[in-house]
């Protein structure tokens, strides 16, 4: 009889375990954009520059990483997640590079009180690729515009970074890159609008 309980005992126990092994989920995990751009060492452009608004795809503004699976079809990864909103992330990043690329610390990617931008960045992102292991590619539209006088200079950027890795955080680093080319094409967008402000200025 002793045995039978001990048997049985040992049963329930090892139901418990495989119950809760059943209820355990993978932690997710969280990545960030990180501006890459390095500085050329041209002559500072000292004009404060907002950047923002950024849109982004419905199909990846979302927490979760989605990635490309096969031509047509991605794949919506539950554990490895953006840390903030995507449009937010590529914003920030912008104006990270930004401020390498042009030398000044006078470029937001927010509303600061006291800050008045000479020029206004607007992002729109038409693809965001992500193949881990493979490619980050975007492909973006953006318009400098100064806020006085409202002249414009618009572009676009179509950038593919190869993934130096088979993790999520080398998928983050390419995207990251590819972001820097683009902010590299808008600051040159800006020193040129720099440079024609005084001639546009002259009565």
Not at 46 to 66: H, K, L, Q, T
Not at 182 to 188: K, L, N, P, Y
Request: proline share 7%; aromatic share 4%.
């Amino acid at each position: 009889m002793a045995r039978r309980i001990a048997h049985l005992m040992v049963s329930i126990a090892l139901l418990a375990v495989a119950a809760s092994g059943c209820g355990t989920t993978a932690p997710s995990r969280f990545y960030t954009l990180d501006a890459t751009a390095v500085s050329d060492g041209a002559t500072p452009v000292n004009y404060p520059i907002m950047v923002g608004p950024v849109s982004v795809p419905a199909a990846v503004d979302r927490p979760e990483i989605v990635v490309q699976t096969a031509p047509n079809q991605v794949d919506v990864d539950e554990f490895n997640r953006w840390a903030a909103p995507l449009n937010d992330a590529v914003a920030q990043v912008v104006a990270g590079d930004l401020v390498k690329l042009l030398g000044t610390p006078n470029v937001a990617s927010a509303p600061m009180a006291n800050f008045e931008p000479a020029y206004r960045v607007t992002i729109d992102i038409q693809r965001f690729d992500s193949a881990p292991g493979q490619a980050a590619t975007i492909e973006a539209v953006w318009t400098v515009r100064r806020t006085v006088g409202a002249e414009t200079r618009s572009g676009r950027t179509v950038a593919r970074e190869a993934v130096a890795g088979e993790g999520f955080d080398a998928l983050a680093a390419a995207h990251s890159h590819a972001l820097a080319k683009m902010s590299g094409e808008i600051a040159t967008a800006i020193r040129a609008e720099a440079e024609d402000q005084p001639r546009a200025d002259t009565p």
